[in-house]
């Protein structure tokens, strides 16, 4: 396998480094010459640079600030060479003159420390104890939040002592003292102001509500809006996918839903929905749910946080996933922590039964995958010019095990075999998560990419005329889902724009959504390939175009077979077919493929001529035990569970209160007062 080439990102790191470095020691030694050209281009080239890392090299900044060289000192070296220089120009009584100029700067920098010592005081008063979205906050006084300059002191530093930067340069080429006083005026001047406008928000009035007074308001939300059924979800950014594939489904449901949250950044993450979300941080927040009507909690996917809200006894808790397959994930052992486990269908249930990982049948619940309703089934034989085929492998996963994902052993094979096929149109959406254990699969991944562009180049075509009704369903579809914060939003500021949504919102937003997936199909040229990695389209779009897919092990084929369409896996276990068949049952209607990608050409074949599928009926045997019956639909079976399991909390908050009851003494219950008590006076 070759080597893959170091990125430029990494190089221009580097590169970028040397040359602040070497701008600071050309600076040091035109100070101490004196000499003034050279003093005045390396300054301005680590002024330069400091830009250049401010925008587009964070990282390297970070490795800065932990080697204990952050922007204020490096400012403050920048400015301290500047004086040195300007001394070393003149006579001995030079010190006297710019001895006011030295101690202006030091206000200056004691300026910055104080507007920095604010920031934090003003940024706490931002944090509230609960973030929302799609619930109306404004009884918390939500406020937009400062200037993004004011919070960031690397870029605050660079913008407001620029002015005395640029005075001491001037001082310098001029020999003239009032240049530097000027400019280190006026950066003291935009310090002041920077202060004002934060000691500003700190006054009562300007402030957003304390903590109690948030906590306060969230229980009578709570009492007010009644939830009944909520999704409790944690992971990492990437991981939000896990989460948005059930709001539908929730949002369906007969009860009163809510999201709950646990990472502040996740509130963003969430795809457009008209459920309420709250974000609980603290464990001691996410306790008030304890008291509240919610009844039962549906989860998504295991996190570290979700043994905190097991705790809780007054709610019921189901293990959901975020799908089905034969890996050892769908059969984890921490499932039996939760009441109940949903599956889909009958397969899932043995995959339980088989695992012996504790949990019972009796918790085991079928609702199918409501999710999978919007899949179209298949009509025939393809009839265009060109076989669609999507090739979705999944991710390298965290065990190391070989066989997770076809990118690194086959992904290349297959795609050049694909490609090699006039008739295909490729598909490639790779799993989010690729790369991000074993940098082997980024690297095929890039390879892949490249090998799509590469016969892009080759099959030219004409572009329909549909860009101007796709832009049209883009901007609609934006209007409704971006909230358009600026870039400087904090989470208090994003609350206060993201109230309750208006009525009808979901459903213009699915209406929008099919128009915009509708018109994307449309507006690509006939045979172009393409490699999706954006939300848009979603994955079961591209399952209602393609006519084959062919991925690894995962939940995708248990999902594909919704539409009864063929599928291929590819088998990079090392393990022979018939073991492969025995091992992972989800490969039983599929055509397995080896490595080298030998199997695709007839695969083609039985795709294009539907009589030579021999896989048909096992396709439509193998649907029903993986997603249950069709009728009655999965959303409604789904419902049926929520209903049942609310009951279950409400019939064990009834025991509960029974017990309490009859365990407290008599003598011990209060009484009803039928006077008034006056107090007698101390003696």
């Not at 390298?396 to 994902?405: A, C």
């Not at 870039?487 to 209406?511: F, I, N, W």
């Not at 449309?522 to 991925?551: K, M, W």
């Amino acid at each position: 396998m070759p080597v893959p080439l170091p990125r430029p990102p990494a190089l221009l790191k580097g590169l970028v480094t040397v040359v602040l470095a070497a701008a600071f020691a050309a600076q040091a030694v035109a100070a101490l010459l004196p000499h003034v050209p050279l003093l005045l281009a390396a300054t301005a080239v680590s002024l330069a640079t400091e830009g250049v890392l401010h925008r587009w090299q964070r990282g390297v900044l970070a490795l800065f600030a932990k080697s204990h060289a952050d922007i204020t000192v490096r400012h403050v070296l920048r400015d301290l060479l500047l004086v040195v220089g300007l001394l070393r120009l003149g006579e001995q009584d030079r010190e006297t003159v710019y001895t006011p100029l030295v101690a202006g700067l030091l206000a200056f920098y004691a300026l910055h420390c104080a507007i920095q010592a604010v920031s934090v005081l003003v940024r706490r008063t931002r944090t509230l104890p609960v973030v929302t979205r799609n619930i109306d906050a404004s009884a918390l006084r939500l406020s937009p939040a400062p200037s993004a300059l004011l919070r960031r002191p690397g870029h605050r530093l660079l913008v407001f002592g620029l002015p005395a930067t640029a005075g001491l340069l001037a001082a310098a080429t001029g020999d003239e003292p009032v240049h530097a006083a000027a400019g280190i005026a006026l950066s003291l001047a935009l310090s002041l102001t920077g202060l004002g406008a934060l000691l500003f928000r700190l006054l009562p009035g300007r402030r957003p509500a304390g903590e109690q007074e948030v906590l306060d308001w969230f229980d009578a939300w709570l009492a007010a809006y009644r939830p009944t059924v909520g999704l409790y979800f944690s992971g990492g950014s990437s991981s939000a996918y896990q989460a948005n594939m059930w709001l539908e489904p929730l949002a369906r449901t007969d009860g009163r839903p809510v999201i709950v949250l646990r990472e502040r950044f996740m509130v963003q993450k969430i795809a457009a929905t008209d459920i309420p979300i709250v974000c609980l941080p603290k464990v001691s927040t996410l306790m008030r749910l304890e008291h509240s009507t919610l009844q039962a909690l549906i989860h998504p996917s295991n996190s570290g946080k979700t043994s905190q809200v097991l705790r809780i006894p007054t709610i019921r808790h189901t293990f959901v996933n975020h799908g089905e397959s034969d890996k050892l994930s769908s059969c984890n052992p921490y499932a039996k922590a939760y009441d109940e486990v949903w599956v889909a269908g009958p397969a899932a249930r043995e995959r339980y039964a088989l695992a012996e990982v504790g949990v019972e049948d009796k918790d085991v619940v079928e609702t199918g995958r409501p999710q999978l309703d919007g899949v179209l089934p298949r009509t025939g034989p393809p009839t265009g010019k060109y076989t669609t085929v999507l090739y979705a492998p999944t991710w390298e996963g965290w065990d190391g095990n070989p066989g997770n994902t076809s990118v690194i052993a086959a992904g290349e094979n297959l795609v050049r075999a694909l490609l090699a096929d006039p008739g295909v149109r490729l598909l490639y959406k790779p799993h989010p998560l690729t790369g991000s254990v074993d940098p082997r699969a980024g690297a095929a991944d890039l390879r892949v990419r490249e090998l799509i562009r590469a016969a892009n180049r080759e099959r030219t075509g004409a572009r329909p005329a549909c860009g101007a009704e796709l832009a049209r369903c883009a901007q609609e579809l934006d209007r409704l889902t971006r909230a358009g914060f600026r870039a400087g939003a904090d989470t208090v500021e994003r609350m206060m724009l993201q109230s309750a949504p208006e009525p009808g919102r979901a459903e213009a937003v699915r209406r929008a959504t099919a128009a915009w997936e509708e018109a994307y199909w449309a507006s690509l040229p006939e045979g172009e390939h393409q490699v999706i990695t954006d939300v848009r389209p979603a994955l079961y779009s591209c399952f209602n175009v393609a006519d084959l897919l062919i991925s690894d092990v995962s939940s995708v084929i248990s999902d594909f077979l919704a539409s009864e369409k063929p599928y291929a896996v590819a088998n990079t276990s090392g393990l022979s077919e018939e073991d492969f068949r025995a091992a992972f049952p989800t490969v039983a209607a599929a055509t397995v493929l080896t490595p080298d990608a030998a199997g695709i050409p007839a695969l083609l074949e039985t795709v294009r001529h539907p009589e030579k599928d021999e896989l048909a009926a096992v396709r439509a045997e193998l649907k029903l035990r993986l997603l249950g019956p069709a009728d009655p639909p999965s959303q409604q079976r789904f419902n049926e569970a929520v209903r049942a399991l609310c009951e279950k909390a409400r019939e064990h908050r009834s025991r509960a209160a029974e017990r309490l009851t009859a365990e407290r003494p008599a003598a011990e219950l209060p009484g009803q007062r039928t006077e008034t008590a006056v107090p007698t006076a101390p003696r």
